[in-house]
């Protein structure tokens, strides 16, 4: 079962113990979904640093999704993969990673991307960017419309990402996103258990 709230992602920050302590702030404070993302570091790291999260999240009961890479959740036995158009085909994935672990995929802008995802078995759905990214500049803009549309339409849960912060998010929660994708808001904040928690209540004050 998926959880609402908070989906955190890392930033590709190559200091695993800076990571890990920055990870679990953010676990304390409520999120229950973390996504393993590194595009700047070799394999062997990134194995290291999934093994490192993985244990954390255990402990926290948080679920563990890794971004573009099925061997590697497979191998760090993550709860499940994400995938965006050009990390693969959706039902292949499905097919490789078995029932039991989740499927999420980007669909940008796309209702069309959303609808053939549900088709090939994504548990979820995402959006980008609502707004400007300071990790993803050059993200195309998508508009909050899509959010209710998507769910309509797939049945599924609707995750927003992009640069999403404590400030901008509400709109995007009261539309009907289930998840909020969020990296700089969070590991970039000065108190990351406190942002984690304040985008946890936007989910007690702003769900429809
Ligand atoms: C929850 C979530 N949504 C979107 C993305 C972006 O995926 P993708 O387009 O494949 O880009 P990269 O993250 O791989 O640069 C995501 N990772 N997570
Ligand atoms: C991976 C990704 N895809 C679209 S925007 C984005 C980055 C989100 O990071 P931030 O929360 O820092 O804008
Ligand atoms: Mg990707």
């Known amino acids: 079962m998926l959880p609402e709230g908070l989906y955190a ?14 990870t679990e702030a ?13 595009k700047a570091t070799t394999a062997c ?13 255990r402990r926290y009961g948080a679920l563990l999704i890794v971004n ?17 158009g050009e990390d693969g085909d959706l039902a292949e994935a499905r097919k490789r990673i078995g029932p039991a672990r989740l499927l999420g995929a980007s669909c940008y802008q796309s209702l069309d991307l959303a609808e053939a995802a549900a088709g090939a078995g ?4 995402a959006f980008g960017s609502f707004y ?4 993803k500049p050059l993200a195309k803009r998508a508009d909050p419309g899509l959010i209710g549309t998507a769910k309509a339409r797939t049945g599924l849960p609707v995750c927003a990402i992009g640069g999403i912060d404590l400030g901008n998010a509400a709109p995007l929660v009261a539309a009907g996103a289930n998840l909020l994708a969020v990296i700089s808001a969070v590991y970039n904040s000065p108190d990351p258990e406190r942002a984690s928690r304040d985008f946890t209540k936007l989910f007690e004050t702003h769900r429809p």
Do not use: F, M
């Open 9 to 22: 992602i890392t930033p590709d920050w190559g200091d695993t113990a800076r990571l890990v302590t920055v």
């Open 26 to 38: 953010i676990l304390k404070g409520g999120c229950r979904i973390l996504q393993y993302r590194n």
């Open 45 to 57: 790291h990134r194995d290291e640093q999934a093994a490192a999260l993985r244990g954390l999240t």
């Open 68 to 84: 573009d890479d099925i061997e590697l959740a497979e191998a760090c036995a993550a709860d499940g993969v994400h995938l965006g």
């Open 122 to 125: 994504a548990d979820y759905v």
């Open 132 to 135: 400007a990214s300071p990790t």
